[in-house]
């Protein structure tokens, strides 16, 4: 089960200093990956229900492949995951060109999750339609791979048109990995039938027994499309926030019980105010692992 972390934007602001030195501080602790978390714009809740958006305009993120192409070029083996990019509000050549370039900065230590998202206002913003997300999300999937692995694509769908051409420079991983963010029905068949991995979100008291029955519709959906479920990845969560540290480790077994191969901790919403407080805490986490 490989650790990683998640950068706590939240916490510790947008100062690229902070970022670096977080992300090269997890990188000697021995940390695998690191996560950040998409959303382009935050909503202004002032004339709608606070309850519907837990991210407002208020609220600081990053553009994770942006991010990342910042931290390719300060660190040398700490992978990089979006957990999740909303690819279905953007352009899908756009993405495919974008997660290449970052692929490349960092020599092939990219892990792209997708997802859907849930946020209408970025969608409107965007120019993107939020009723037919799901479906364009797999056509997606089609043709980030196609760009991913040849030199010229053509490729005619519902949604994407293209027309003898190419990325250059492609990818060092060809494809690059494609993991999957979401919990509905449809969300865990397309990890089944098309996904490298699942990033599960739940947070909640039974956070394990949701992944455990999420899993195993995975695995169903994985045995209808003809692939092998165990070579689907799952990447768990552990919240240090309101838990203590028998806590982290009780859960971090729970999650290589479920055969985790990968687990981020997150330390957002924690207590902590400092970027010593934050790495204080992973060096702590990381002690727990064994």
Same mark, same amino acid.
């Given at each position: 089960m490989q650790p990683g972390v998640t950068f706590p934007t939240a916490d510790l602001g947008t100062d690229p200093v902070i970022a670096r030195d977080f992300a090269q501080a997890a990188e000697d602790m021995g940390y695998t990956h690191l996560r950040i978390i998409d959303h382009v714009l935050g909503a202004d809740v002032t004339h709608r229900d *606070?309850?519907?958006? *837990?991210?407002?305009?208020?609220? *600081?993120?990053? =553009?994770?492949?942006v991010f990342f192409g910042f931290l390719a070029g300060v660190t040398k083996r700490i992978g990089f995951v979006s957990a999740i990019l909303v690819s279905t509000q953007r352009q899908t050549a756009l993405v495919a060109k974008q997660a290449a370039e970052v692929d490349v900065l960092c020599g092939g230590r990219l892990r792209l999750g997708l997802g859907t998202g849930w946020n209408e206002v970025e969608y409107e913003a965007l120019g993107e339609d939020f009723s037919?997300?799901?479906?364009?999300?797999? =056509?997606?999937?089609? #043709?980030?791979?196609?760009?991913?692995?040849?030199? #010229? #694509?053509?490729? =005619? %769908?519902?949604?994407?048109?293209?027309?003898?051409? %190419?990325?250059? *420079?492609?990818p060092v991983q060809r494809p690059i990995p494609i993991w999957f963010g979401g919990s509905s029905e449809a969300m865990f068949r397309r990890i089944g039938k098309l996904g490298d991995g699942w990033i599960p979100f739940s947070s909640g008291p039974d956070a394990l027994g949701d992944a455990e029955r999420g899993l195993a519709r995975i695995h169903h959906h994985a045995l209808e499309a003809g692939r092998d479920p165990e070579s689907i990845g799952l990447d768990g969560r552990v919240w240090l926030r309101g838990n203590t540290q028998e806590d982290w480790h009780r859960n971090a077994e729970g999650w290589r019980a479920l055969g985790?191969?990968?687990l981020a901790v997150n330390t957002t919403g924690a207590g902590f105010s400092t970027l010593d407080e934050h790495l204080n805490a992973l060096h702590r986490f990381k002690e727990t692992l064994g």
């Open positions: *606070p309850k519907l958006f *837990p991210y407002t305009s208020s609220t *600081p993120f990053h =553009e994770p492949l037919t997300r799901g479906k364009r999300l797999d =056509e997606q999937v089609a #043709v980030l791979r196609a760009l991913w692995t040849r030199d #010229v #694509v053509s490729f =005619e %769908g519902r949604w994407h048109r293209i027309t003898a051409a %190419g990325l250059n *420079p492609l985790c191969s990968h």
